[in-house]
């Protein structure tokens, strides 16, 4: 157990660091290195959950797919550098009253009502990974069949959405 | 058992043995390729360093480190410096789950000949190979040129198409197999090769592997004769040495993959008894498959861009579905009539599937090759 924890603390640290580097880096490919070693650990969480598929999903959707989307795009676009900060005059103190806000509710759920959360962690016997993906694909493809295909049409309409939307239309092309 | 410190020991010295046998097994693949495409090009080869120029590898790796290391003046230099060693991770990493043979015997103890069997290893695979893409495009990113820029943008585009019909047409092995472990599917192919039974999966999976690893006829984002070399078109000594490195010991791995989802991996005669047989035929049968690989190179010409997409897009992903669709009926028929002639629907209905698509390849080039507008 000592083992997980300074894992975990070791992680925790890399995870709110890369956090920050994403949102105070000025170039933006620097701010997509850090999401993706923020993904990373992530992925690091899971399995020392005992969630291995999930852990791997996380990496191959997330770290493997979107990521490399986004680099994508900001290279295409020559997006690499942020203009100066433009802010509005309020947006700074509301910022940082709400973050503040946020802060202490979570610090009150945490250390105040930590009693009644209740043990999280999972229990021993679901770390069987074999198991827990055979227990996934139970509960999405028979359980919850409904919801999951729901889900995927939706996903489905969205990217043709995004399709169309890009589309040119004919004979409106011009020069 | 974890405190166990010979059971430490044993991993130290397999992952060494992984990671020597990569480095070794690129160095002398590239002396295999330049032999191999030298005799198709009616060529001799490297033949003066050593006996047979067996030592031409090791002289070209003393030629790379005495090079000079040279790095743009307005690259991005941090990036610039981490994105060789990104392009070669990931193959090293997924060097861990390749299972290599069964259990020996050895020093009274019985010593796995694999490093790690995790239960979810083919989304290890493909988490891995997902992460790849970042060395490339970091590498054209950072070098601040616009031919490493065009590389790297060809690659990803290439990457990211290819790499859906490689998840997909993973996903037939493991219906096979009913596992996602990897010694428990080359344990599932002991009464039959996978390749048997979902022929096209395998070639699938192989056509999306060489795209994914850039080789020919895939290798647009290098293309010498257009970007000059593409992403790598700004590094020299090690740093480009690291990137040749990478190339080389992905197309290990991918053999080594390809071997173990469909040509029953260590499997052999003779090797339930002697176990020790197991590494032999897998190196037999990935020096097979890279012969194809370096074959191809020699034989076909690269894909033009808007085509190779076309063809991973409109060919490859539509089939590797089909194939994931016709396993999964074949298997279920097989549970439900008990049937042993149902498995045999797989593959015959994945060569129908296979033909229609030779037939649309045929259609779509016949009407375009020639047109003009």
Known sequence: MTLDLALFLVLACIAVASALGMLLSRNTVYAALYLVLNFITVAIFYLLLGAPFIAMAQITVYTGAIMVLFLFVIMLLGAENLPAPNALPWQKPLAIALAAALFAEAAYLLIVKARSLGNVLPPAEAINATENLRQLGVALFQNYLLPFEIVSILLLVAMIGAITLTKKEKGARSG | ?373
């Open chain 2, 1 to 373: 058992m974890i405190t166990d410190w010979t059971l430490w020991l044993e991993w130290f010295i397999k992952a060494l043995v992984i990671i020597f046998a990569l480095l070794i097994g690129f160095a002398y693949l590239t002396y295999y390729e330049r032999r191999a495409l030298a005799r198709m090009q009616t060529r001799i080869g490297p033949n003066r360093a050593g006996p047979y120029g067996l030592l031409q590898p090791i002289a070209d790796a003393i030629k790379l480190i005495f090079k000079e290391e040279l790095s743009p003046a307005k690259a991005y230099k941090f990036v610039f410096f981490l994105s060789p060693i990104l392009t070669l991770l990931p193959s090293i990493v997924i060097g861990a789950v390749i299972p290599w043979g069964a259990t020996v015997h050895w020093f009274g103890r019985d010593i796995n000949l694999y490093l790690a069997d995790i239960n979810v290893a083919v989304l290890f695979f493909a988490a891995i190979a997902s992460v790849s893409v970042y060395g490339i495009v970091l590498a054209g990113w950072s070098s601040n040129s616009k031919y490493a820029m065009l590389g790297a943008m060809r690659s990803t585009a290439q990457m990211i198409s290819y790499e859906v019909a490689l998840g997909i047409s993973l996903t037939p092995v493991i219906l096979l197999a009913n596992s996602m472990s990897m010694r428990e599917i080359v344990e599932a192919q002991r009464s039959m090769w996978f390749v048997v039974y979902q022929p096209l999966g395998a070639l699938i999976f192989w056509i999306a592997t060489l795209a994914e690893v850039n080789r020919a006829p895939f290798d647009m984002p290098e293309a010498e004769q257009e970007l000059t070399a593409g992403y790598h078109a700004e590094y020299s000594g090690m740093k480009f040495a690291l990137f040749f490195m990478a190339e080389y010991q992905k197309m290990i791995i991918v053999s080594a993959i390809l071997a173990v989802f469909f040509f029953g991996g260590y499997l052999g005669p003779g090797e339930a008894q002697y176990p020790i047989l197991g590494p032999v035929y897998m190196f037999a049968k990935i020096m097979i498959l890279l012969f194809v690989m370096i074959w191809v190179r020699a034989t076909w010409p690269r894909i033009r861009y808007d085509r190779l997409m076309s063809f991973g897009w409109k060919i490859l992903l539509p089939a590797s579905l089909a194939t994931v669709f016709l396993t999964a009926v074949g298997i279920l028929m097989f549970d439900v009539a008990k049937n042993a002639l149902w498995m045999w629907f797989i593959p015959v209905s994945s060569m129908l599937v296979f033909a229609i698509c030779v037939i649309g390849v045929y259609q779509a080039l016949r009407r375009l090759t020639y047109e003009r507008v």
